[in-house]
């Protein structure tokens, strides 16, 4: 059951901004990170590029598949950042962890194919390494990965040795900052489809220490980018970014949830929050499976 507060008009502005300067990472606004006409940074991505400080390094890595037509079809249509990145800087290099069959993909096409190396490394395993020739990036960029372990294997690249300047990746957007939601368990099977990555706030939790932080926001896909390479200050307002974003999911989490999850108190929230996880989790047949929630 929802509070009354869930089916009234928005929160009042004077207790968003109380829970802003509370809980978010900044009070800075910026009203370019809603980016609501994409969905994986297609365009986007390489504005931000253009706007980085500081000379290219000329490498990306990739980790997992690749969005767009195939063999020919919607040969006009962008849909991946990567690909729209290395077909705006050709001279690239592309490492390409478990991204499929990469010549088939059509923007990528036999022109650019060669500037990618494919491997398919254990994504899960401790020992995850990052080649030395892959590790100053100008883009990493993670999408969808098993149980949902994007934040797991964000933090083990970085761990690696990777420094990207700017980092896309898919997050759950219906977990909405401040709440930091990440799956633990290696069970893949058994996974709910629902939660198929970290929350955002998780995310940038990860790249914090690393002088990254959020710039933009479609709802699935984040943008951060390093603070010493973005041309306007950072850390700024992810609350404020997250609620002018769209929010992109699975019905099995509704919008009204989210919707409470946002505006609701937070010390409410919480216990309601890990109910619907622990339900979700039940409902895939992996009742009592761990995960993390925190502030």
């Given at each position: 059951?929802?509070p009354e507060e869930a089916h009234e008009a928005p929160i009042a502005p004077a207790v968003?901004?109380?829970?802003?300067?509370?809980?978010?990472?900044?009070?800075?606004?910026?009203?370019?990170?809603?980016?609501?006409?994409?969905?994986?940074?297609?365009?986007?991505?390489?504005?931000?590029?253009?706007?980085?400080?500081?000379?290219?390094?000329?490498?990306?890595?990739?980790?997992?598949?690749?969005?767009?037509?195939?063999?020919?079809?919607?040969?006009?249509?962008?849909?991946?950042?990567?690909?729209?990145?290395?077909?705006?800087?050709?001279?690239?290099?592309?490492?390409?962890?478990?991204?499929?069959?990469?010549?088939?993909?059509?923007?990528?096409?036999?022109?650019?194919?060669?500037?990618?190396?494919?491997?398919?490394?254990?994504?899960?395993?401790?020992?995850?390494?990052?080649?030395?020739?892959?590790?100053?990036?100008?883009?990493?960029?993670?999408?969808?990965?098993?149980?949902?372990?994007?934040?797991?294997?964000?933090?083990?690249?970085?761990?690696?040795?990777?420094?990207?300047?700017?980092?896309?990746?898919?997050?759950?957007?219906?977990?909405?900052?401040?709440?930091?939601?990440?799956?633990?368990?290696?069970?893949?099977?058994?996974?709910?489809?629902?939660?198929?990555?970290?929350?955002l706030a998780a995310a940038a939790e990860v790249l914090q220490p690393f002088g990254i932080?959020?710039?933009?926001?479609?709802?699935?896909?984040?943008?951060?980018?390093?603070?010493?390479?973005?041309?306007?200050?950072?850390?700024?307002?992810?609350?404020?970014?997250?609620?002018?974003?769209?929010?992109?999911?699975?019905?099995?989490?509704?919008?009204?949830?989210?919707?409470?999850?946002?505006?609701?108190?937070?010390?409410?929230?919480?216990?309601?929050?890990?109910?619907?996880?622990?339900?979700?989790?039940?409902?895939?047949?992996?009742?009592?499976?761990?995960?993390?929630?925190?502030l």
């Amino acid at each position: 059951a929802f509070p009354e507060e869930a089916h009234e008009a928005p929160i009042a502005p004077a207790v968003w901004l109380a829970k802003v300067a509370q809980h978010s990472a900044s009070m800075r606004v910026d009203d370019a990170c809603p980016v609501n006409a994409e969905n994986h940074f297609e365009k986007t991505i390489t504005r931000a590029f253009d706007a980085l400080k500081g000379p290219p390094k000329g490498r990306m890595l990739n980790i997992g598949g690749l969005y767009g037509g195939r063999h020919g079809e919607k040969e006009h249509v962008p849909d991946d950042p990567v690909v729209e990145l290395l077909r705006h800087r050709p001279d690239f290099h592309v490492l390409c962890w478990h991204c499929g069959e990469v010549p088939a993909v059509t923007r990528v096409g036999p022109g650019l194919a060669p500037r990618f190396a494919a491997q398919a490394p254990d994504l899960l395993a401790p020992e995850l390494a990052v080649p030395p020739e892959f590790r100053d990036l100008d883009l990493l960029r993670l999408d969808f990965l098993p149980g949902g372990h994007s934040c797991r294997v964000l933090r083990q690249v970085l761990r690696a040795g990777a420094r990207p300047r700017l980092v896309a990746m898919l997050v759950l957007s219906q977990i909405p900052p401040p709440f930091k939601f990440a799956p633990l368990h290696a069970d893949v099977e058994r996974h709910p489809a629902a939660l198929f990555s970290c929350s955002l706030a998780a995310a940038a939790e990860v790249l914090q220490p690393f002088g990254i932080f959020l710039v933009r926001l479609t709802g699935p896909y984040a943008l951060f980018a390093h603070r010493e390479a973005w041309p306007d200050p950072l850390p700024i307002s992810d609350m404020d970014c997250y609620r002018g974003a769209g929010i992109w999911g699975y019905r099995a989490i509704p919008a009204e949830f989210v919707r409470d999850w946002l505006f609701g108190a937070v010390d409410d929230v919480v216990p309601r929050l890990w109910g619907n996880l622990t339900s979700l989790y039940a409902a895939a047949g992996h009742a009592g499976a761990p995960f993390s929630l925190a502030l």
